[in-house]
C-alpha cells in the first residue's frame, strides 16, 4: 500500500505563473488535508477536503489559492499568480475517517524566483 | 482556538540518554494526539497515535502520554541514537477534525 504521494517534489515558477501541486492520498482514505510550512515555522493548516467537497478552508488565503478533490484522481492544490511570499513547503496528509490517523506525503517545495 | 507548544525548541543530547519531549496544548476537547518526526527536507513521518480515552501508547523505544484534562503531552525517547535527531512535533486533533501542530523540537544526538 503506497503512502501519500506528492508530486512534483520540487517546483520552480516565475512571479506571476501558476503551481499545482497534486496529491494521492493512501488508498481507501477518502480525507485529504493542505498544509503550508514556511522556513523556520510550523506547519500551517489551509484547507480539508473529501471527495468533491471542500469542508474547511479556513487557513487557506483568500485570493489566488484554491483547492479541489474531485472524485476520481488526486487533490490539487493551485496558486494562481505566485509571489515571492508564496516559496513553502507544500504538505499533503490523508486520513481515513475525519479523527483517525493521519499519513504525510513528502511534500512539494515550491521556490517563486 | 487550539494552540501548541512544545518545549524546549533544540535539545543536544548524548547517544544512549533516555529523554523527554514536552507538548501542551489549550483545548482540551480533542479525539486523538499524534506524534511525527520530521528529517530536514522531507516529509513527516506518524510515530504514534494516543486516543483520548488511553493515557500511553508505546512503540519501541518510543514511548507518549496524554493528560488530556491538563492539556500535556509528553513524548519519552529510550536509549537515544544518532538516528533519532529529527525535529520531533505534536498534533492534537479536536472537533475541527484539523491537526494543529506546535514547532516542534529538534533533537540532536551526539555519536
Redesign the interface.
Known amino acids: 500500500n503506497a503512502g501519500v504521494m506528492q508530486n512534483p517534489r520540487h517546483l520552480v515558477r516565475r512571479r506571476g505563473q501558476e503551481a499545482r501541486l497534486r496529491c494521492s492520498p493512501m488508498k481507501g482514505h477518502s480525507h485529504v488535508y493542505w498544509y503550508r510550512q514556511l522556513p523556520e515555522e510550523g506547519l500551517k493548516f489551509m484547507v480539508y477536503l473529501q471527495k468533491e467537497n471542500i469542508i474547511d478552508e479556513s487557513g487557506m488565503p483568500k485570493e489566488r489559492f484554491s483547492a479541489e478533490f474531485p472524485k476520481e484522481g488526486p487533490s490539487i492544490l493551485r496558486i494562481q499568480q505566485v509571489v515571492r511570499g508564496d516559496s513553502a513547503a507544500y504538505f499533503c496528509a490523508s486520513s481515513l475517517e475525519g479523527n483517525t490517523e493521519a499519513f504525510f506525503g513528502q511534500g512539494t517545495r515550491l521556490t517563486v524566483v | 482556538k487550539q494552540e501548541v507548544t512544545q518545549i524546549p525548541a533544540a535539545l543536544s543530547v548524548p547517544e544512549g540518554e533516555n529523554l523527554v519531549l514536552n507538548c501542551s496544548f489549550t483545548d482540551s476537547a480533542i ?2 494526539l ?1 506524534w ?1 518526526r520530521q528529517d530536514p ?6 510515530l504514534l ?1 494516543i486516543q483520548s480515552s488511553q493515557r500511553e501508547q508505546t512503540s519501541g523505544r518510543l514511548n507518549a502520554s496524554l493528560d488530556k484534562s491538563s492539556g500535556r503531552s509528553t513524548l519519552y525517547i529510550a536509549a537515544s541514537q544518532p538516528g533519532d535527531s529529527a525535529t520531533y ?1 505534536c498534533a492534537p ?1 479536536g472537533g ?9 523540537t529538534k533533537l540532536t544526538v551526539n555519536p
Do not use: C, H, M, R
Open positions: 479525539y486523538n499524534q511525527f527536507g522531507k516529509g513527516l513521518t506518524s497515535l512535533l486533533l475541527s477534525e484539523k491537526l494543529v501542530f506546535g514547532k516542534g
